[in-house]
């Protein structure tokens, strides 16, 4: 599958929640990004790889917008911040990483929030806008999701929407400074239908007659 958007249609790209939108990073971010990370930083620490001592500078922030930028292009993978609609205000990060076309059609899902936004809803709400189109605009067939077995929300939110837990890796990942097993999980489009992160979507009227038709799901990108 050729990438959805070109450079030019980055800036425009909106994945539309109840109470959050989803929207490619821009250089324009830096302020809200670096507040928001860095009040969250001991919150976040534990379960992300280790931060340098430069990790909220602003040319650190400017390579990984262009590195994220250029994924898109080239149909390797789609980052998003994610804003709270009330206020437009940065409060998290989702991303669909390592994207396998061919006959593996899938990626792997990744995330963040901010400690004063977390447990409050907004990644249920994000991801409930990101997965629709995952599997019928971006044309997957799996999303793949890694987490720490300590990370009970994080576990919690993934099977709320239906990915199933497959096995478990040792040493997986260099979080923190250390080598930590992970739990490997993955949904397909099927999974994500029957979860109860999405029963309230498929039971709305913007989601047709057909729970299983997620079409109209799609008008939310604009």
Not at 105 to 121: F, S
Not at 141 to 146: F, K, L, N, Y
Not at 153 to 166: D, M, V, Y
Request: a positive charge.
């Amino acid at each position: 599958m050729l990438p959805l958007f070109k450079s030019d249609a980055l800036g425009r790209f909106r994945l539309l929640g109840e109470r959050t939108y989803l929207r490619p990073p821009s250089r324009r971010d830096y302020g809200q990004w670096v507040e928001v990370r860095e009040a969250s930083r001991t919150f976040l620490e534990p379960w992300e790889p280790s931060w340098g001592e430069d990790a909220l500078e602003r040319v650190v922030y400017r390579d990984r917008v262009t590195r994220i930028q250029q994924e898109w292009r080239l149909d390797l993978g789609y980052g998003f911040h994610i804003f709270r609609k009330a206020d437009d205000r940065l409060i998290g990060g989702v991303n669909l990483n390592n994207v396998r076309r061919g006959v593996a059609q899938a990626a792997n899902l990744g995330y963040w929030m901010g400690e004063p936004h977390a447990h409050q809803g907004y990644m249920t709400d994000a991801l409930r806008a990101l997965l629709p189109h995952a599997f019928q605009g971006l044309g997957l067939h799996r999303i793949d999701a890694a987490c720490i077995p300590d990370n009970r929300p994080s576990r919690q939110l993934l099977a709320n929407f239906g990915f199933r837990e497959i096995g478990q890796a040792r040493g997986y990942l260099k979080i923190n400074g250390e080598w930590r097993d992970h739990l490997l999980t993955s949904a397909l489009l099927e999974d994500v239908m029957a979860s109860r992160a999405m029963a309230r979507v498929a039971r709305s009227p913007e989601a047709g007659d057909d729970p299983a038709d997620f079409r109209q799901l799609l008008d939310r990108i604009v």
